[in-house]
């Protein structure tokens, strides 16, 4: 009797997984789960430029004395590659 109504449980889930109605609901489920983590993870995104943004302003300020640094030591090569990004992208903006 047990396995009988797990074998039945196991058709139905399946039939039910692969009908029409079934699909439709979870494209929409899944539509609105994708628009609400987007949402919220443009507003951590938004929170933390603002946050970061006296490092950023600090680090722009100070621009040229980092490249000679760089220049001089290998190991800070990635900075100049940093920089050049960040002034490749322009001014950021954290309101949009």
């Known amino acids: 009797m047990i396995v009988g109504s797990a074998v039945s ?4 889930g399946e039939g039910l997984k692969k009908s029409k109605a079934f699909t439709a609901l979870a494209s929409q489920i899944t539509k609105r789960l994708d628009e609400a983590v987007d949402a ?4 951590a995104l938004k929170g ?13 300020g ?5 490249r000679r640094l760089a220049s001089q030591h290998e190991e800070l090569e990635w900075l100049n590659k940093t920089l050049d990004w960040i002034s490749h992208r322009g001014t950021p903006r954290f309101d949009e």
Do not use: K, M, N, W
Not at 54 to 60: E, K, R
């Open 9 to 12: 449980a196991l058709v139905f």
């Open 40 to 43: 919220s993870a443009l507003d």
């Open 62 to 66: 100070i621009e040229p004395q980092l």
């Open 48 to 60: 933390l430029g603002e946050r970061f943004r006296p490092q950023l302003t600090f680090v722009l």
